[in-house]
């Protein structure tokens, strides 16, 4: 190696912990709430809420979208329908988000729209917040499935409230579900450690 080039030293930037409104802790076995419903079905798409796990700091709410392909649909629009589920390059166009949020019985509300994706602000929110913090799935020809993961932080508040859920471009209407706040946190006092 020549010494012609003074190539600098880059220190890494150490890594910091998320804080706990961004998603959930790392150290904490959750407790299940089974909540297992379809919120909302056509001929041709699906959103199930499958499961929320609790922790002493929020609940992680796990969404399953399916979509398929329907005898009348053209290649052109199966093949849109696929971008919009995966996500395509560049910014989505309005109708192709998929909108979902809580709304508590005292009026506030949280939705993925209301921070950047992954975007921790440096100070405490002062209200709930919604973030999606992963997913994943698989698809084949005719039928494409999709897990998106919500981390709701704080705890919701122990009585009902409302998920809500749209996704114009797949057909998804408006639609609002009620969650029992009061099994979310009972579950979450059950929550443990993960190391001894």
Not at 122 to 127: I, K
Request: with cysteine; net charge negative.
């Amino acid at each position: 190696m020549s010494d012609f080039f003074d190539v600098p030293t880059v220190a890494p930037e150490p890594e910091r912990d998320p804080p706990p409104w961004a998603e959930p802790p790392r150290d904490v076995v959750a407790a299940l709430v089974a909540d297992r419903r379809v919120l909302m079905a056509t001929d041709r798409v699906s959103v199930t809420l499958t499961h929320i796990d609790t922790y002493p700091t929020g609940a992680g709410v796990r969404l399953l979208v399916m979509a398929r392909r329907v005898p009348d649909m053209t290649e052109a629009d199966w093949r849109r329908s696929q971008e919009v589920v995966w996500g395509r390059a560049g910014p989505p166009a309005p109708d192709e988000v998929f909108r979902v949020g809580v709304q508590f019985a005292d009026g506030q509300k949280a939705t993925n729209l209301d921070q950047g994706h992954h975007a921790w602000p440096a100070d405490e929110p002062s209200g709930p917040r919604l973030t999606e913090y992963g997913g994943g799935g698989r698809g084949h020809r005719e039928l494409i499935v999709h897990g998106r993961n919500l981390w709701l932080w704080p705890l919701p508040p122990p009585e009902p409230f409302d998920l809500v859920i749209e996704w114009p471009a797949l057909g998804v209407p408006f639609t609002r579900s009620k969650l029992d706040g009061a099994a979310i946190v009972a579950a979450a006092a059950r929550c443990r450690p993960a190391w001894n």
